[in-house]
C-alpha cells in the first residue's frame, strides 16, 4: 500500500507538490502527445491513499444508516457492506448508491489540485468547469448496467476541449476489469451516429450506437490505483464485465469541459443531459434533421 507521497500534510507536502509541478510529471510531453493522438492517457498517482480511505469510511458510515447490522457484518470492507445490503434488498444497495453521489469525499477527487493540473494540461486552458460527478458500483452479478460501445459526447453537447478523468477507487485487476477503448485513429475522430434505445433500462444503456464497431484492436489500459484515465469525449469506448466473484468495481466518472469550448458556449453553458425521459443531444440531432 506504501509508496504514495502524501501531498496533504507536512513539509513533505510542499516538496513533493513543487517537486511534480517543476518537472512536470503529472502530464509530461509524451503523455500530452498520447492524449492528443489516441484521445486518452492515464495520468499517474494523482490522488493520496488517505483520500481512498476517507471515502471508504465514509461510505461505511452511510451503509451504517441503511442497515447497521450489513456494516458490522462487513469488517470494514466496502463491497462486503455493499453485498450485505444487496443480500437484505437490492433497493437497499440502490440506496447507498445514490447516497454516495452527494459524498463530499467523492467532490475532493473532483477538485483535487494534480488532477485539475492534468486536466487543463491535457485540454490546455486553465479554464474549466466540471459538468458531471457519476459514480459506478459495478458488480459482478448485474451486467445489465454495463456500458456498451458508446462516445460521451452524447452526454453533452462539448467538443474538442472536453473529457472524462475515470478514476478507479480501488485497485483494479483482469477479473475486476474497467473500460476498453479505441484510440481516435479508429473512428477518424468522427462522433458515430447513435439512437435511443427502445427502452429505457439504465442510465448506460439509453444510448445505442447505430453503426458498425470499428476494426481494430481496442485498448484495455493500465489505470493503476491512485491514477486518473483522461479520455476525450469522442472516444469510444466501453466497459468491461466483472468477472470478480467477491468484489465490486467502484469508479469515478468526472467529465470537464474548457470554457473556451465553442460548443460549450454556444449552448449557453448548458451541457447536454441524459434522464429517464430526456436526452436532449439526440432530441437536437433530431429536431436538426426534420
Ligand atoms: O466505468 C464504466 O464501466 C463505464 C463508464 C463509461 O463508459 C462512462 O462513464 O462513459
Not at 14 to 43: H, N, P
Not at 140 to 146: G, H, I, R, V
Not at 271 to 284: A, F, K, N, Q
Given at each position: ?146 456500458f456498451s ?57 439509453s444510448i ?20 486518473a484515465l ?61
Open positions: 500500500m506504501g509508496g504514495f507521497p502524501s501531498i496533504l500534510s507536512g513539509k513533505c507536502a510542499v516538496f513533493c507538490m513543487s517537486f511534480l509541478r517543476l518537472d512536470s510529471m503529472i502530464l509530461d510531453d509524451e503523455m500530452l502527445a498520447a492524449f492528443r493522438g489516441d484521445g486518452a492517457v492515464t495520468a499517474p498517482q494523482l490522488f493520496p491513499r488517505e483520500m481512498f480511505s476517507d471515502f471508504y469510511s465514509e461510505v461505511l458510515t452511510i451503509a451504517g444508516m441503511i442497515a447497521p447490522d450489513a456494516v458490522e457484518e462487513a469488517d470494514g470492507s466496502i463491497d462486503k457492506a455493499w453485498m450485505g445490503l444487496a443480500r437484505r434488498d437490492r433497493k437497499m444497495a440502490s440506496t447507498l448508491y445514490d447516497a454516495v453521489k452527494h459524498s463530499m469525499t467523492l467532490r475532493r477527487f473532483a477538485v483535487s489540485p494534480l488532477l485539475v493540473e492534468a486536466v487543463s494540461t491535457a485540454l490546455g486552458d486553465k479554464a474549466i468547469a466540471l459538468v458531471d460527478l457519476n459514480f459506478r458500483i459495478d458488480a459482478p452479478s448485474e451486467p445489465q448496467f454495463l460501445w458508446h462516445q460521451d459526447y452524447w452526454f453533452s453537447m462539448c467538443s474538442p476541449k472536453a473529457l472524462v478523468a475515470w478514476i478507479p477507487m480501488m485497485p483494479l485487476d483482469e477479473e475486476v476489469g474497467g473500460i476498453e477503448y479505441f484510440p481516435l485513429s479508429a473512428t477518424g475522430g468522427r462522433i458515430l451516429s447513435a439512437k435511443r434505445a427502445p427502452e429505457y433500462r439504465s442510465y448506460s444503456d445505442l450506437l447505430n453503426e458498425p464497431i470499428p476494426n481494430g484492436k481496442p485498448q484495455r489500459p493500465l489505470v493503476s490505483w491512485g491514477d483522461l479520455f476525450s469525449f469522442d472516444v469510444l469506448h466501453r466497459s468491461l464485465p466483472n468477472r470478480a466473484l467477491d468484489r465490486c468495481r467502484w469508479t469515478v466518472q468526472l467529465r470537464f469541459v474548457a470554457y473556451s469550448d465553442d460548443a460549450f458556449l454556444r449552448e449557453r453553458y448548458r451541457p447536454g443531459l441524459v434522464t429517464r425521459e430526456h436526452i436532449t443531444y439526440l432530441e437536437r440531432m433530431e429536431g436538426q434533421r426534420q
